[in-house]
């Protein structure tokens, strides 16, 4: 056989008249933009579902002939310069934050975030804090704020799960091409990759940046997997949540100490760095050794100073949660530091425990909590559940006088809402209704929406709800290789008029999935009431082993 010593992709070229969708697909305004969705899906509608709504993959596997066609479509042509004026009107228009401090104020703020949720085909989360963070980012986009994020390129996307054709689970790890989505590799002046180091225990490790624009914020991902580096350092960002206790420390360090070094090296000097849990902690000792090295401080003096400009969200309500590392592990990956720091091992490790008695143990959440002059849960209650479980580093105050802060979970609007349901609100609150969430008068319009258009929006949703799981059954059952029989009933599961009770959370124990079985006769009243008939969807993760009920 001939031996493969390389390969090529060829990929159309995108006629002149419309050659701005590449723009569009970089910049992922089109993410929360129905219209700009829409015209993407209008290319090729069965490649921008096979793609997973991947603009970028879509635009180099079409056809030159569908380009062409589309360049002399007026129709498409209409759609596309409405697609490219809200972009660009979104990026040039004044926004809140420059209304309120002026378009020539120099504040730069940086969010730190292990995970981020931003779309299908990015798959750099696995759940709730990923969503957070990229609805965080796409707020702060809206709002105008002067931020920047940083996260870390997976080589490959949080697991996915299936079940065989015996019932058991499966997981599948989807591969991130970079090349293929949008995203972009940072580049110094003279066009090679832009890359920063970290001193790992025996050499250096090298990591480059890439750049996903969300609107008016770019996100930063910080990406090992490169020539440079050698193949047990490469495979460091591999995943999300993967490897040992020693790729998780080496995975932290590449997000808080490379992550302050990338931004630096980017000609950012943020004033505030917000710490989206406690995983890139360690970008607080980063900021202490710069300070004391750049302007001849103290530890002290330095520790202060970045303790004024550091803000840690918490969000996990058990002492399980967070990450611990042995003293060993601490010293062979920050010894260095801890010496450049002046800090003996002891004062060293005092960083990361509240709890003077543990000498031997590096809590990041710990560490998080000494660095940040704000510190705050992520509910009322979240706040008080924090409080009680963090006492002990507050001794002698008062537990309604612990520093920790609530900030209610919000969402990003746009990108939680459905089409049918934007277009009703565009129709009865108007276009720019966006704009002004914030203000109670927008929402006392919604009472003069005829309830009947308001329902038939709620149930239209729900049919295409019903008529998703169907679809998926489906495809699993002929993954399955099930009967022609049984893939035909996966057409009449589920009432598309039932009320349909969603699940689709994580199995972490925290989460009490299972109260729902608490009361078995009470849950099969409610299940087999004929008169106020109810289903429910539960979307099973991270159960091992899981198998398939046979009836």
Known sequence: MPKIIGSYQVT???????????????????????DIFDLFRRIDEDLWESTQHNPVLMLGQVSQQ?????????????????????????????????????????????????????????????????VLSGDTLKSASDLGLPLVGVGIAYKEGYFQQYLNSEGWQQETYPINDFYNLPMI?????????????????????KVQIWKIQVGRVPLFMLDANIPDNPEDYR????????????????????????????????????????????????????????????????????KQVGYMTNVFTTHT??????????????????????????????????????????????????????????????????SQVSKNMWAFGWKGVPKDEIPIQAITNGVHLQSHLSHDMINLFNRYLGEDWTDNIDEQDLWNKVDKIP?????????????????????????????????????????????????????????????????????IERLKKILSNEEYPVQIILQVKHILKMKKEKN
């Open 12 to 34: 159309p070229i995108i006629p002149e008249k419309i050659s701005g969708l590449k723009d569009l697909a970089y910049n992922l305004f089109w993410t929360w933009n129905p």
């Open 66 to 130: 569908r380009l062409n066609e589309l360049a002399e479509d007026s129709g498409f042509l209409s759609h596309y310069a409405r697609s490219i004026n809200k972009l660009n009107e979104y990026l040039m228009e004044e926004t809140w934050f420059q209304k309120k401090y002026g378009k020539n104020n120099k504040h730069v703020y940086a969010y730190f975030s292990m995970e981020y949720g931003l779309t299908d085909c990015l798959k750099f989360y696995s759940g709730g804090l990923g």
């Open 185 to 205: 590799l940072v580049r110094t002046e003279n066009g090679e990759p832009l890359k920063i180091s970290i001193d790992f225990p025996g050499r250096e490790l």
């Open 235 to 302: 495979s460091i960002t591999n995943g999300l949540y993967r490897g040992t206790i020693e790729t998780r420390i080496q995975q932290e360090i590449i997000l808080g100490v490379g992550g302050i070094r990338a931004l630096r090296s980017m000609g950012y000097c943020p004033e505030v760095c917000h710490m989206n849990e406690g995983h890139s902690a360690f970008l607080a000792i980063e900021k202490i050794r710069i300070l004391m090295r750049e302007n001849n401080l103290t530890f002290e003096e330095a």
């Open 317 to 382: 309500p058990v002492p399980a949660g967070f990450d611990i590392f042995s003293g060993e592990l601490m010293e062979k990956y920050f010894k260095h530091i801890r010496e450049e720091l002046h800090l003996s091992y002891d004062e060293f490790m005092k960083l990361g425990n509240l709890d003077a008695e543990k000498k031997d143990s590096f809590n990041m959440a710990h560490l998080a909590m000494r660095m940040s002059g704000h510190i705050n849960g992520v509910s009322k209650l979240h």
């Open 451 to 519: 309830d009947i258009e308001l329902w038939r929006t709620h149930e239209r949703r729900r049919e295409r709800l019903v008529a998703f799981a169907r679809q998926n059954l489906r495809k699993q059952l002929i993954r399955q290789g099930a009967s022609f029989s049984e893939i035909e009933t996966a057409n009449e599961v589920l009432d598309p008029k039932a009320l349909t009770i969603g699940f689709a959370r994580r199995f972490a124990t925290y989460k009490r999935a299972t109260l729902i079985f608490k009361n």
